[in-house]
C-alpha cells in the first residue's frame, strides 16, 4: 500500500498537462482539450473501418457526427489477410511487408481520415490486437518463431518490426489530402495495442516470466518511440484498465492479467488511460461495474491525467437501456473525461452482441441523451 500511495503522489506532481499545437487534442490535468478549451465527449468505437466501403465509412462518419460523438476508435492493423492487409509475413526476406495500396492496404485509411475531417470526427487508431483477430500480436510471435505470447513484449526482431510498422504509419502521407498521418488533426491519438495482457487468444500461452513488470516496460519502450516519430498526438495503452493490487481476489484487480493500471498511467508517455467493462463476459454483475468505474475516477483524480472510459457492453438489449445510463451518471457526476460505447453499426446489422444502429428506436436512451451531456460540459 506504501509502495502505491508514493506511486501515485510522485505521478501527481509531474502530471500537469500535454502540450501541443491547439489543433491537435491535448490535455489539461484531468481534462481532455481541444483549441485551447475543455472536451468532454462521449464517443464511440467501430473497428471495422479499415475493411468498410468508402460509401460505409462516409455514412459512419456522418451519423456519428450527427449524434454528437465527436470520437470514434478504430483499428489500424489488419495482418496477414489474403484480401485487405497492411502487414503480411515474408519468408524470403523473413521480414513483415507493408502493404500501402489504396484498394487493400493501409490507402483505405487515407478515405477514413479525410471522412473524419470532413465530419469534424477524431479518431483514435489502434495499432495492435492482443488477441488473434486481424493477426494481432501472435501473427508477430508465429512470424518470427516465438513460443510466448509475450514474446511480442520482450523479443527483440518483433518490438523492432512493430516499431517500424510504427514509424511507417506515422510517416505516411494521405494521398487525398497530402498531410502526413503525424500532422493530421483527425487524429485524437494513438493506442499501442488493444486489451494487451500476458495472454491472448491464439495457440500461444503466456510464459512464467510474463508480469507488470514486463508490459508496463514494454508499454514504457513502446510510447516513448511513438513520441520519438509524433510529437503531436496523444498516445494511450488501449488496456482493460486491469489493476495489479495485491490481496485483491478478483482477476480484474490482483494482477493475473499481467497489466497493471496505475503503473502505465503514470509513465511520462501516456497521455491518458483507458479502460473497458463487460461485466456478463467477466461473470460479474452491474453493481460490480459500477464500482469498477468509480475505482478508475479515484485514479484518474489521484494520477492527474484523463480517463476514457473506452469500451462498455451489455449483451441484452432490455438490460441496456437502464445499464447504459446508470454507468453514464457515473461518467457524468465522477467528473471522467469521456467514454466511448462499443459500438455503433453502419450499416445496421448485428456486428456482435453489443452492437446498437444509429437509427435504434432507443438510440437516445442508450447513447444520444448521455452525449448530449457531455457535450453541455465543454
Request: hydrophobic share 40%.
Amino acid at each position: 500500500m506504501v509502495k502505491f500511495l508514493s506511486l501515485i503522489a510522485s505521478a501527481a506532481l509531474v502530471v500537469s498537462s500535454t502540450l501541443v499545437s491547439s489543433a491537435f487534442i491535448g490535455t489539461d490535468g484531468t481534462k481532455f482539450t481541444q483549441d485551447g478549451s475543455s472536451f468532454y465527449f462521449a464517443g464511440t468505437n467501430a473497428y471495422y473501418l479499415m475493411t468498410s466501403s468508402q460509401d460505409d465509412v462516409a455514412a459512419l462518419l456522418s451519423a456519428s457526427s450527427k449524434a454528437q460523438l465527436p470520437v470514434v476508435r478504430t483499428w489500424l492493423y489488419n495482418l496477414g489477410a489474403d484480401n485487405v492487409w497492411f502487414q503480411q509475413w515474408d519468408p524470403e526476406t523473413k521480414a513483415m511487408k507493408i502493404n500501402d495500396d489504396v484498394e487493400t492496404g493501409l490507402g483505405r485509411m487515407d478515405y477514413v481520415l479525410q471522412q473524419a475531417a470532413k465530419n469534424n470526427v477524431k479518431l483514435i487508431l489502434t495499432l495492435t490486437n492482443n488477441w488473434k483477430d486481424y493477426g494481432g500480436m501472435d501473427y508477430y510471435v508465429e512470424s518470427f518463431g516465438g513460443k510466448y505470447h509475450d514474446d511480442f513484449y520482450t523479443n527483440d526482431e518483433i518490438v523492432g518490426s512493430f516499431k517500424a510498422y510504427i514509424e511507417h504509419v506515422a510517416n505516411r502521407t494521405n494521398e487525398l489530402t497530402g498531410t502526413k498521418y503525424s500532422e493530421d488533426e483527425s487524429i485524437f491519438a494513438w493506442e499501442i495495442a488493444n486489451e494487451p495482457r500476458c495472454v491472448g487468444s491464439g495457440a500461444y500461452p503466456a510464459s512464467d516470466s510474463c508480469n507488470a513488470k514486463v508490459t508496463i516496460a514494454w508499454i514504457d519502450d513502446i510510447s516513448s518511440f511513438i513520441k520519438s516519430v509524433d510529437s503531436n498526438h496523444l498516445v494511450a495503452v488501449g488496456d482493460e484498465g486491469f489493476f495489479n493490487r495485491a490481496g485483491e481476489a478478483d482477476f480484474e484487480y490482483n494482477g493475473g492479467s499481467g497489466m497493471d493500471f496505475e503503473a502505465s498511467l503514470a509513465l511520462k508517455n501516456i497521455d491518458f488511460g483507458t479502460f473497458h467493462l463487460y461485466p456478463e463476459d467477466w461473470s460479474h454483475d452491474v453493481a460490480w461495474g459500477s464500482q469498477y468505474i468509480k475505482d478508475h475516477a479515484s485514479v484518474q483524480a489521484d494520477i492527474g491525467k484523463p480517463v476514457l472510459f473506452e469500451e462498455y457492453g451489455m449483451k441484452t438489449p432490455a438490460e441496456r437501456k437502464t445499464v447504459y445510463p446508470e454507468w453514464q451518471g457515473l461518467v457524468e457526476s465522477e467528473e471522467l473525461a469521456a467514454d466511448t460505447f462499443w459500438q455503433i453499426a453502419v450499416p445496421c446489422s448485428e456486428l456482435d452482441d453489443f452492437a446498437v444502429c444509429a437509427d435504434d428506436a432507443d438510440f437516445a436512451t442508450l447513447v444520444g441523451d448521455h452525449a448530449a451531456k457531455m457535450a453541455a460540459k465543454n
